[in-house]
Nanobody
C-alpha cells in the first residue's frame, strides 16, 4: 500500500557516521510499528532498531549507544542515525512499516564500513 524509499547509504570508514532516511509515499499512522532491519552478506536478517505501536524505541544490543531511530511525521520519513560505525555494521539496510510479514518494505540501501 505504502511505498518506501531508503537513502543515505554508502561507504564510510570505521568510526564514521551516516544517516539513513526512509521516505514514505503517504502519511503513516502512529499506531503502526516501524523499524530498520539489516542483512549482512551471507547472514540472516536482524532487527536494528524499531518504534513500536506504543511509541517505544527498541535497539539491538550491538547498536545501543551508537544508533538512533526517529521519525518526522510532517515529512513522512523514518530515520536511522548511525555513529561510531564498525565493519560489522556492513549490510543492506531496509526500512519496514507495519510488520515483517504484512507490512511494507523498502528496496534497501547498502552500508559499507571499511578502511
Amino acid at each position: 500500500q505504502v511505498q518506501l524509499v531508503e537513502s543515505g547509504g554508502g561507504l564510510v570508514q570505521p568510526g564514521g557516521s551516516l544517516r539513513l532516511s526512509c521516505a514514505a509515499s503517504r502519511s503513516i499512522s502512529s499506531d503502526l510499528p516501524m523499524g530498520w532491519y539489516r542483512q549482512p552478506p551471507g547472514k540472516q536478517r536482524e532487527l536494528v532498531a524499531a518504534i513500536t505501536s506504543g511509541g517505544w524505541l527498541n535497539y539491538a544490543d550491538s547498536v545501543k549507544g551508537r544508533f538512533t531511530i526517529s521519525r518526522d511525521n510532517a515529512k513522512n520519513t523514518l530515520y536511522l542515525q548511525m555513529n561510531s560505525l564498525k565493519p560489522e555494521d556492513t549490510a543492506v539496510y531496509r526500512c519496514n512499516v507495519g510488520g515483517i510479514v504484512f507490512g511494507s518494505w523498502g528496496q534497501g540501501t547498502q552500508v559499507t564500513v571499511s578502511s
